[in-house]
């Protein structure tokens, strides 16, 4: 089993950029598909980024995602930050003998 | 409009059993796989079970396997899991997830909160 590691927390001010990370344990990072999700308080998650860094409609393009070989990450990029992107994200992926793996969620803070 | 509605949450001792239910509508349910993920008070996101299209293909997490059991009624647009043997540990809010391709969710209901205490 792999596990994804993000940082417990990040926060940045209004208008700038923050990107968080999505470190896999194991196996390679480009070998399947990562996803983001978004979270506000007492909400359920919602799809921002699929397939490594593909974004549904009505996602700004704001948000961006990449993937990273040579450390195998990924990363969530959010520029122009704005009050309203405050909440938790995950990332996902997946292999053959584990459906779904989450990370365990970073709170963003845009004071 | 893509839209999941779980029901059947609620408070339950421990060794109880709860059957949640998630109703679909908007999508041709037939088609994809369904999945319920799981998200303790104040914790992240946990895979619990998938099922496939036409319920060939069912997968568990170790934490629940041989006590839930995950199962579908397509012509009813209706997904379920069965849970029994409930431990304080399996107090979360239930998500059903759809999802196209199998490996990740598309869309989320807005759960379904169960809770096991005595």
């Known amino acids: 089993n792999f596990m994804l590691t993000q940082p417990h927390s990040v926060s940045e001010s209004p208008g700038k950029t923050v990107t968080i990370s999505c470190t896999r344990s194991?196996?390679?990072?480009?070998?399947?598909?990562v996803q983001w999700y978004q979270q506000r308080p007492g909400s359920a998650p919602t799809t921002v980024i699929y397939?490594?860094?593909?974004?549904p409609s009505g996602v700004p393009d704001r948000f961006s995602g990449s993937i990273d070989s040579s450390s195998n990450s990924a990363s969530l990029t959010i520029s122009g930050l704005k009050t309203e992107d405050e909440a938790d994200y995950y990332c996902q992926s997946y292999d053959s003998s584990n459906p779904w793996v989450f990370g365990g969620g970073t709170k963003l803070t845009v004071l | 409009e893509v839209q999941l509605v779980e029901s059947g949450g609620g408070l339950v001792k421990p060794g109880g059993s709860l059957r949640l239910s998630c109703a679909a509508s908007g999508f041709t349910f037939s088609s994809y796989s369904m999945n319920w993920v799981r998200q303790a008070p104040g914790k992240g996101l946990e895979w619990v079970s998938s099922i496939s299209s036409s319920s060939s293909y069912i997968y568990y997490a170790d934490s629940v396997k041989g006590r839930f059991t995950i199962s579908r009624d397509n012509a009813k647009n209706s997904l379920y899991l069965q849970m029994n043997s409930l431990r304080a540990e399996d107090t979360a809010v239930y998500y059903c997830?759809?999802?196209?391709?199998?490996?990740?969710?598309?869309?989320w209901g807005q759960g379904t909160l169960v809770t096991v205490s005595s």
């Open positions: 397939e490594d860094n593909q974004r």
């Open positions: 194991s196996g390679s990072i480009a070998s399947n598909y």
């Open positions: 997830a759809s999802s196209g391709s199998g490996s990740y969710p598309d869309y």
